[in-house]
């Protein structure tokens, strides 16, 4: 009977409405040039034809998406003209009326549905918590660690993108995985990194894992790999999927002769190793590093002042950020120390998969890896990791443990991101909010087994509020916010650096040291 | 999750959502030459903070009572004052002698809305903790839950964050004295009280009621003995307090008479505007404006307004029980949180009726949107913990065996919400027929209206007719 389906599922339906009121509250609060970058493709895709999309460039957001999402902003554009005509004339640069900000704004929170639909299909996946209170069960947790994301929140609903409806795309796929529906799981992949290409960062585990666990289909009795189950039906079926969507995604422009330039627009290698803002990696690190060794080197008079630039003593955060003392870094070495961050997690779920679950945390470890060692890393990319990773959060006690550590720290860092005075409350309640419940409920779900974090943990995460105080309230006051304005997000990304490092090195503890689920020859 | 952690959690989505409310538009946005109950806070701050307190309430050149002339008692002018100190360190245009009227900046919104947060913070979020954790009944979950309906009542959030007020501040003292009473502090609670009326004179409505429930408590322990000495130690505390709050103008009695004459502008009419009150309505029908004199409508309000409140402060003072205290609270809208826990279906329903007999406000303000996100979602948030305490409430409607008064009740609330629903949706997007160009407003007060009415009915029969077995488990003092 329906009743009691709608009963089991109230909680989610109000959980769901309850994040959905807060984003509409938030529909006037600050949005940055994101909104004009995804009114812009409105207009682009809404007033041009397809051959123009990716040579148009009258504003200087040109289309850097794959063509699936330029087709989305089509779709959008149509419901867009009863809204505000003028947002879709691409001359109209910066236009933000008020029915074109709430059309925008809404369409995200209306897209937003994907997400709450995916995150319904993964709560079915977790274990069945018999006997427990609500607020103690770990498909409630998981629902609210997800829909109620702070990272999600603040990044799609004010600063603006669409990242719901991107990772909604993306974490049906892993549910499909995990109940075994993987050609449909490959489907979505594939569809998803037609919408936005910067889901390659965890293509590898895709791959590998479609490749060990569905076109191998049985396991030798030591869990190892049994050479003569492949299936190449299995394979063929694969690769007909990811290769068909790729041709309706790109084949418009290959017959156009368009390849070349939409690759140009997608994988823009001319910006720096960095962001003007450093996103919490290794290059942080790395920078830090040098320009500390070089004001060193200067004072102990071991190198010479006049042969570096001027800009790099004093100068703030740069696009193009030249290192003084240690050797500059290319793309291709990012990409080299990439895939050498992630091949021995790789390698892992091909020796030794561990089904969805393995999986997933091999996802999480090339999002990670990536994050770390990437070309030109946005810090809103940490995402990657902290999503998938509360799947895993509240299933066993040590990814909690590294949940709890990857979501403070990378939230955490995403604060620069709204500098503005009056977000500053908003942006504070909500990270105490998540913060709060996710180490409450977590704890809680695991007490048995004794606390969460050791103390230093403890001490490093408790380290952020005298750092936000100082960055947010105490630097501004001082000079030194005129002479050097960038140390806030210096401290703030360097920082975060630390803890998104040794969630990533824990991690990886966590897939080496795993035991197998070995057994009986395993057929998927 | 442990307690502390969910109390937590409510108060962040109760800040949350004050804050979201914030970013819309004030009362009198870029509307002079007057603007509206923002730039009267403001003109306050400036008043209070440029001369001396002698001249606060009196008509002088450099304080023209017919822009905002102050008209709450001393402690909000004491509030503006402080407030007005803080706004001179960040910017002193903000408060400039006559120049700063009219001031309106991003900085500024940011400012005033501060103020208000700072005063939720301090004074009103732990008064209603501490209500729902020590004066409601239920398990700590259905505590949580009813701190949770409180803290996103709209419409106090609306006016405070929206149009611009401090209500918080007088409804928070009130529920300190609630608290202190309830739990046996009753010099607290009188103080919080007195101080309450000294920030808004509206709180008389509530006086009756307290006075009637100490000088009840005062006659059970026996007025010859121990009862004696707390009516003296509580009228101690009420004299000290109101002494100390007016002790600038005590010195004058002409001061005295002229705060009192700014406080009580009894030149005024019967009504203002379009109010969800008997007057408004009933001078649909009879045009009572024109009729009586203006005395003799001073006289039937005032004495129609003590009759109403009359019989529960009777039962009151003959019983004086937390449950009856509070039945007898409800007679203005904004205490019916207190009912929250006991009667949660018409806390809910008179709540949302009093955010919506706002609704002409709101719509001049523009703030429509946030006007219609915090019903629904306290609506939503409502029914939906409602429907944990009323077993299978989703049921109500398959099920033919539950008792046929719960049926009607919930239809009626229904109907009452498809009609609040409309009358929204009509004011918002349609023009009123030329002929009659106040049709909305006024119908909706007169919705209102009915609705009050009904509720005062309602709370007055359960005071009276209380049934021996629930309620006597109530707590009392």
Redo the contacts between chains.
Sequence with gaps: MA?PM??EW?WFV?LA??VS??K??????YHSTDFEVHRNWLAVTHSLPVSQWYYESTSEWTLDYPPFFAWFEYGLSHVAKYFDKEMLVVQNLNYASPATVLFQRLSVIFTDLVFIYAVKECCKCCREDKGKDL??KSSFILATLLLWNFGLLIVDHIHFQYNGFLFGVLLLSVARHFQKRHLEGALLFAVLLNLKHIYLYVAPAYGIFLLRCFCFTQNNADGSLQWRSFSPLRLVALGLIVLSTFAVSFGPFIVKGQLQQVISRLFPFKRGLCHAYWAPNIWALYNIADKALSILGVKLKLLDMSKFSKASMTGGLVQEFQHSVLPSVSPLITLICTLLSILPAVFSIWRRPNGARGFLRCMVICALGSFLFGWHVHEKAILMAILPLSLLAVESKEDARTFLILSTTGHFSLFPLLFT??EL??KI??M??FT??S???LT?LFSKSGPLLNSVEVAYLLGLVPLELICEFVYPLTSWQHTLPFIPLLLTSVYCALGVLYSFIRLYLSVLTAPSTTGKAKSQ | MENWSLVSVCVLLGLTTRWAVSFSSYSGAGKPPMFGDYEAQRHWQEVTYNLPVQEWYFNTTDNDLGYWGLDYPPLTAYHSLLCGHVAKLINPAWVELRTSRGFESAAHKLFMRTTVLFADILIYFPAVILYCIYLSDGSSKRKVATALCILLYPGLILIDYGHFQYNSVSLALTLWGIVGLGLGWNLLGALAFSLALNYKQMELYHSLPFFCFLLGKCIKQGLMGRGLLLLVKISLTVLVTFALCWWPFLSDPQQILQVLHRLFPVDRGLFEDKVANTWCSLNVLIKIKTLLSRDTQLLLSFALTLLSILPSSIKLLTKPTLWQFKLALVSDEKPVCLMMNELPLMAVWFLLISTFSMLPLLLKDGLLLPYTVTSLAFLYLGVYLLSHQIPCLTDVFFCSNRKGALHLVFLQFTVSLVAMAGLSFTSMVLEPPARLPDLFPVLVSVFSFLHFLAMLLYFNLVQLTEPSSKKSQKKTN
Aim: aromatic share 12%; glycine share 6%.
């Design positions: 009743a709608i009963a109230s109000a409405f309850g009121f807060i509409c509250l938030l529909l006037n609060a607020l103690g005075a009056q409350p908003i309640l909500l105490l909010l709060i419940f180490f409450s409920s809680k």
